[in-house]
């Protein structure tokens, strides 16, 4: 990298980083139980939620308990099951035409990070109509409140629930694109156990991991504050502990503390942000509709361990945290050890070490982008251009049969 934009963009992340204490996050309040919903709803004077999921949890009735104690209380309301993986910026303005011709006045996102994505992606439309929404990718730019949000994952990965971020896929380019602003996180999240208790075994070990993946890129970077720290290490303890059991929903205590585990992350990454791991896996589900979750999952080694030295003490303190030693082995083993571990975690659970989709023709366009979403924004440990990010995609392309 140039080594005068290397300095450009640490300074850009020092001055996020002394802002960080005087800009407005805020968590939202947590909430137990989808059956409190209607109370709230009605507190706040609010007449018609607008419930947005997908159709594969509409086909197992996942939104059934939600609807039968809205129309218990007498709450109208409007459906929408249309969301996919990689809401495009099309599916957004489809969606909010919906939610507008219904007269809706709030929002209730059922799903893992596509629905909880599409649902910032129509408040914001609800505020700013006639806004570009891929012009507003970036930080700070809606600047409006939008209608009152209420969150319900029915994964433990995302952190979407905490988080200020909408991920789109732009329609027209099929490059994917963040929009961060404060007003995007929910008002209120549901960590309901049981709405993770039906998720098939792969599902919970890639949204796991991805939940892990936020963790270890906001302890990692340059831009951490004590509550951030604590929050992701807190999550890695966590996710060692619980993601086998809750991937075979041994337990519904397993399964609460999945969740969590990804609502801390997402409360650190939300605020000390991601790196290249995020970067890379957006412009490759960008590209190729991949699954967020398992090429983050299946990238997190593989970065980690490029990142080297730079990563090695902090890397040993997150080991100690998932048990994997104690502080009288060195920094260097400890990492590896700590590397070596999320390999095995993959493994155990189905995930890949290589990305068959990745075509070499293609890496260049990828990395560029990947590049375009990091940098300066991301506090990343080590600091790479577009052609050194092009490393990454090789190390995970699937060649004549090698990783």
Not at 228 to 239: F, G, P, S
Not at 263 to 269: D, E, N, Q, V
Not at 323 to 336: F, I, K, M, R, V
Request: positive net charge.
């Amino acid at each position: 990298m140039n080594p005068f934009y290397k300095i450009y963009c640490r300074i850009f992340q020092i001055g996020l980083r002394i802002a960080l204490p005087v800009l407005p996050y805020r968590n939202p309040e947590i909430i137990d139980r989808i059956s409190d919903i209607p109370l709230i709803l009605k507190k706040a004077n609010l007449k018609k939620p607008f419930i947005i999921t997908d159709g594969n949890l509409s086909k197992i009735g996942a939104a059934e308990g939600l609807k039968g104690c809205l129309e218990k209380a007498g709450i109208d309301f409007a459906f929408y099951d249309g969301a996919f993986p990689n809401p495009t910026t099309d599916l957004a303005k489809e969606a909010y035409g919906i939610y507008k011709a219904a007269g809706c006045d709030s929002i209730i996102a059922l799903g893992g990070g596509s629905p909880m994505d599409l649902s910032k992606a129509v408040g914001i439309l609800a505020v700013k109509p006639k806004s570009s929404l891929r012009r507003l990718a970036g930080i700070l730019k809606v600047r409006k409140r939008i209608p009152t949000l209420i969150a319900i994952p029915t994964t433990a990965g995302t952190g979407s629930e905490t988080t200020l971020a909408a991920v789109l896929i732009d329609s027209g380019t099929r490059h994917k694109f963040a929009i961060n602003d404060f007003p995007l996180i929910p008002r209120y999240a549901v960590l309901a156990p049981e709405m993770i208790h039906t998720l098939p075994p792969s599902i919970a070990a890639e949204t796991g991991i991805d939940a892990l993946t936020h963790a270890v890129e906001a302890y990692i970077g340059r831009s951490t504050t004590k509550g951030t720290r604590a929050d992701a290490k807190e999550a890695v303890r966590l996710i060692f502990e619980n993601l086998d059991k809750s991937c075979r929903h041994e337990s519904s205590q397993a399964e609460a503390a999945m969740l969590r585990a990804s609502h801390l992350a997402g409360r650190a990454f939300t605020r000390s942000y991601v790196g290249y791991i995020h970067a890379v896996s957006h412009s490759l589900s960008g590209k190729y509709n991949l699954p967020h979750g398992r090429t983050n999952a299946t990238l997190l080694p593989v970065v980690l361990r490029m990142y080297g030295l730079s990563v090695h003490k902090k890397l040993a303190v997150l080991a100690v945290c998932a048990g994997l030693g104690d502080n009288s082995q060195g920094a260097e083993a400890l990492a590896e050890a700590f590397i070596s571990a999320i390999e095995k975690m993959n493994i155990r659970h189905g995930i890949p070490g290589y990305i068959p989709e990745i075509k070499e023709e293609d890496i260049g366009e990828l990395s560029r982008y990947a590049a375009k979403e990091a940098n300066p924004l991301y506090p990343v440990p080590k600091l790479w251009n577009a052609h050194e990010l092009e490393l990454i995609y090789r190390k995970v392309i699937k060649s004549n049969g090698k990783n």
